[in-house]
């Protein structure tokens, strides 16, 4: 699970670098909420899982 979040991060890292150098496109700011809300998923969903097999 930690390794698919670090990478949804990684994701909207990239898609943040290309959003700073496109000045008049917006979906690539959508594409680093997308993969940021992806990483926050991934990270609570472990955490739901950890709790339940704990």
């Given at each position: 699970m930690n390794t698919m979040a670090?990478?949804?991060v990684a994701?909207?890292?990239l898609s943040a670098?290309?959003?700073s150098l496109d000045h008049e496109a917006e979906w690539p700011l959508l594409?680093?909420?997308g993969?940021?809300?992806t990483a926050a998923d991934l990270m609570a969903?472990?955490?739901v899982r950890e709790a339940a097999l704990a």
């Open positions: 670090c990478r949804a994701q909207a890292g670098a290309t959003a594409l680093v909420a993969w940021l809300t969903e472990a955490g």
